[in-house]
């Protein structure tokens, strides 16, 4: 479900989205983006009451997580009402083409229901490798969750935005983008480090021409954010993931 929020002069201020299957969170917490929080502290305190008790009811015994962009009002009125900040993600833009030097040779491919699962595993072996960068335990949530995996590619899938990167008969990665924001790039963990993201990139910046380039890393990712700078891809600015204390960081990803 979702509800959205606007200011006292009508402005769009997000949309608070309820998924509580968001990559294994089901029985933790309810997952609530605000890509536009409010700019004032009292609009801030008015949305958290709001949070906790209308939509709180639906799920009274389960922790929100509260995704924002990072400013000291977002932090100050969050860390008052019992949050805290589990991940901070930085956006890049890339205007110009990838300095980069140019990859090896890929197929670039559309979806192919054959394939899934061989998409499948490749997301959630990537993915668990990032989770072990940054000191959380493995979790191969594509896998252990293959419906909820499809239904987040579907839209991409239907409006041509999916892409798949072979050499030869090997998967080494995937991405899919919403016109000109890259939603997910992942690379096989068994490819990483030999020019596919480089060649993927450039693929990327081809099939979206004339516009720049958007995308999220988490800040602890600090080797993806090295790779994209290498590229050429400049900060803007950075949010978080906020959520209730006390949460053992460690049981978000079971294994």
Same mark, same amino acid.
Request: hydrophobic share 35%.
């Given at each position: 479900?979702?509800?959205?929020?606007?200011?006292?002069?009508?402005?769009?201020?997000?949309?608070?989205?309820?998924?509580?299957?968001?990559?294994?969170?089901?029985?933790?917490?309810?997952?609530? +983006?605000?890509?536009?929080?409010? +700019?004032?502290? %009292?609009?801030?305190?008015?949305?958290?009451?709001?949070?906790?008790?209308?939509?709180?009811?639906?799920?009274?015994?389960?922790?929100?997580?509260?995704?924002?962009?990072?400013?000291?009002?977002?932090?100050? +009125?969050?860390?008052?009402?019992?949050?805290?900040?589990?991940?901070?993600?930085?956006?890049?833009?890339?205007?110009?083409?990838?300095?980069?030097?140019?990859?090896?040779?890929?197929?670039?491919?559309?979806?192919?229901?054959?394939?899934?699962?061989?998409?499948?595993?490749?997301?959630?072996?990537?993915?668990?490798?990032?989770?072990?960068?940054?000191?959380?335990?493995?979790?191969?949530?594509?896998?252990?969750?293959?419906?909820?995996?499809?239904?987040?590619?579907?839209? /991409?899938?239907?409006?041509?935005?999916?892409?798949?990167?072979?050499?030869?008969?090997?998967?080494?990665?995937?991405?899919?983008?919403?016109?000109?924001?890259?939603?997910?790039?992942?690379?096989?963990?068994?490819?990483?480090?030999?020019?596919?993201?480089?060649?993927?990139?450039?693929?990327?910046?081809?099939?979206? %021409?004339?516009?720049?380039?958007?995308?999220?890393?988490?800040?602890?990712?600090?080797?993806?954010?090295?790779?994209?700078?290498?590229?050429? /891809?400049?900060?803007?600015?950075?949010?978080?993931?906020?959520?209730?204390?006390?949460?053992?960081?460690? +049981?978000? /990803?079971?294994?």
């Amino acid at each position: 479900s979702a509800r959205i929020r606007r200011n006292t002069h009508q402005q769009l201020l997000g949309a608070i989205l309820l998924d509580p299957n968001y990559e294994g969170m089901e029985e933790l917490g309810c997952y609530i +983006s605000l890509p536009h929080p409010p +700019s004032e502290p %009292s609009e801030m305190d008015d949305l958290l009451e709001e949070i906790s008790s209308h939509i709180g009811c639906h799920w009274p015994d389960r922790k929100f997580f509260l995704h924002m962009k990072l400013d000291p009002i977002t932090q100050i +009125s969050l860390e008052a009402a019992g949050y805290e900040l589990g991940f901070g993600f930085r956006q890049f833009r890339l205007e110009k083409h990838p300095t980069s030097t140019k990859g090896p040779v890929i197929d670039i491919r559309p979806f192919e229901e054959q394939c899934l699962s061989e998409y499948l595993s490749c997301w959630a072996r990537g993915y668990e490798g990032l989770r072990r960068r940054i000191d959380l335990k493995p979790y191969l949530w594509a896998l252990e969750h293959p419906q909820s995996a499809r239904a987040e590619m579907d839209p /991409f899938i239907a409006s041509g935005q999916f892409r798949a990167y072979w050499h030869g008969n090997q998967l080494v990665g995937l991405a899919w983008h919403k016109e000109n924001f890259i939603e997910n790039i992942v690379i096989h963990p068994d490819h990483q480090r030999q020019g596919f993201g480089t060649a993927i990139m450039e693929d990327l910046y081809h099939t979206i %021409s004339g516009e720049p380039l958007f995308l999220d890393v988490v800040l602890e990712n600090t080797e993806a954010i090295r790779f994209y700078e290498k590229c050429g /891809f400049h900060a803007l600015n950075d949010s978080g993931l906020f959520w209730q204390q006390p949460v053992n960081v460690s +049981s978000l /990803f079971p294994c």
